[in-house]
């Protein structure tokens, strides 16, 4: 039997802690039944720092099952801070409570012990040190506050899941979903994932959060020259550009205004421009019926084919496979 814990923090994504223990309920019931097995195959347990129950983000009260140091966890998954991700003023205060942990999670990570995290539960484990020399996801939108807390960590946002051997990190707060299916393919068998996931109805694993992400522009700075550029081009986009005629809004000179561009954003001006066309373009898709083509010219790009490379590459499909899967309007509209 594969002992889990799963870790979880004030203000935490309660319905994810919940729904870990639902999917090994679940695997236990999936793996007993066709091998004729009498032990479950997961013993899944919550714990908090302190044994006390935490109240979620939500307001509901989550309740630790076990005493933590009662149990000897072959798995540790900690939980998602829904807070650092839409609040990142309280990135302090969201992980000021899990620091009396950090001895421990160490240490469980000497004996052997497998570590995952959910969302912004890979800001726990780099402040713990535990992401040293691995390759680490974490929510899309918490990505440039992971970046500008720990520059030397590896940051893969776009991916939904990274396997680093011992130490995972999913995106995500659903993401708990695909790291539930892949933690049961390992320590179980493909066979009960899949049969996990057609209990529970759900999709194959995904694998990305690229389609998800959305591109918020960097303004957190004091650069007021760089700040009316990117107003500026907020409100200009879809026009036929130069980067000399945005360094004039400016009022800097061409050199000038690319180094602290990308010094006050961490983007180049031309990618910020193609950051917000495809913004635009990715609304369009949702929201209209407009043929893709004009689309396309109508964020300001005269080169089809070359736009299309762009979006696929950015956003990790095509602006087909965008508009199926996110477009809100119905296929028979005007």
């Known amino acids: 039997m594969f002992n889990v814990a799963i870790i979880a923090f004030p203000n935490c994504h309660a319905s994810g802690v919940h729904g870990i223990m639902d999917f090994f309920t679940v695997a236990n019931y999936c793996g007993r039944a066709p091998a004729g097995r009498s032990e479950p ?11 006390e129950p935490v109240r979620g983000y939500s307001g509901a009260v989550v309740t630790p099952t076990i ?3 009662d149990f000897r966890a072959d798995l540790i998954v900690v939980g998602s801070s829904v807070e650092a991700t839409v609040r990142a003023e309280r990135l302090e205060q969201t992980l000021a409570p899990a620091r009396p942990l950090h001895g421990w999670l160490q240490e469980a990570l000497e004996q052997g012990t497998v570590l995952a995290s959910v969302c912004t539960g890979s800001f726990v484990l780099a402040e713990a040190g535990l992401l040293e020399d691995q390759v680490a996801t974490t929510h899309w939108r918490a990505a440039s506050l992971f970046r500008s807390r720990y520059p030397h960590i590896r940051l893969e946002e776009e991916q939904l899941l990274v396997d680093n051997g011992q130490v995972i990190c999913a995106g995500g707060a659903t993401a708990f979903m695909d790291l539930c299916v892949y933690l049961v393919e390992r320590f179980a068998s493909p066979a009960v994932a899949l049969a996990c996931s057609k209990m529970l109805v759900l999709d194959g694993r995904r694998t990305e959060q690229a389609p998800y992400m959305a591109f918020y522009s960097q303004k957190a700075h004091q650069d007021i020259a760089i700040r009316k550029a990117q107003s500026w081009l907020e409100q200009h986009y879809a026009e036929a550009l130069t980067i000399d005629e945005v360094a004039a809004v400016a009022g800097l000179g061409t050199r000038t205004f690319k180094r602290r561009f990308k010094e006050a954003t961490g983007e180049t001006p031309i990618g910020y421009l193609q950051h917000l066309r495809i913004e635009a373009a990715k ?11 004009r689309i396309i010219w109508s964020v300001g790009y005269e080169d089809a084919s070359s736009f299309r490379r762009l979006f696929k590459r950015t956003v990790g499909c095509t602006m087909e496979q965008y508009r199926k899967r996110f477009s809100y309007v119905s296929p028979h509209a005007a």
């Open 67 to 69: 005493r933590r140091g």
């Open 41 to 51: 195959l997961f013993n899944c347990q919550v714990v908090t720092v302190d044994d």
């Open 283 to 293: 609304h369009l898709l949702e929201s209209s019926r407009d043929q893709t083509a």
